[in-house]
């Protein structure tokens, strides 16, 4: 087994241990949950005054714009959950592609190492009765 197939076999066994965490996971929502204050539009209520009312919020970009879609009280634990799901995806589909640009890396690298062997071989010329490389004495 040469290095590159080593280093190539491990990153590969990284990446399955990933991709196996991939489907254990639960599900998930784009976006993240914030606690906003809000104003009910009651004059006589005590938002009115500026102590606001508080409300839950998933929030996620698209196209380059905030969207914002209001949590129901009954239902902020379970979208945490969610969205921590979701970071949790990020995290692993950013390792499994960096373990493949990484694979990139070494198999070029072993690509090169071996062409530039194999062209030192061809232009290192063969002495007579000996192996290339090598030099007979001269008596």
């Given amino acids: 087994m040469t290095i590159k197939q080593a280093s190539l076999g491990t990153l590969a066994k990284r990446r399955d241990a990933r991709l196996k965490k991939l489907a254990q996971l639960q599900p998930f929502i784009a976006g993240s949950l914030a606690k906003v204050g809000v104003k009910c539009g009651n004059p006589n209520c005590k938002c009115a005054s500026g102590e606001r009312h508080e409300a839950w919020v998933l929030t996620r970009k698209e ?5 914002t879609v209001h949590v129901p009280r009954d239902m902020v634990e379970e979208v945490a959950r969610w969205a921590a799901e979701y970071k949790r995806l990020k995290v692993l ?7 493949g640009e990484e694979a990139i890396r070494i198999f070029v690298k072993a690509s090169r190492g071996a062409a530039r062997n194999r062209r030192r071989a061809a232009s290192t010329p063969a002495t007579p009765g000996g192996t290339p490389g090598t ?3 001269i008596s």
């Fill in 63 to 67: 196209r380059g714009k905030t969207v």
């Fill in 93 to 99: 589909l950013r390792e499994i592609s960096e373990l």
């Fill in 135 to 137: 030099s007979t004495p």
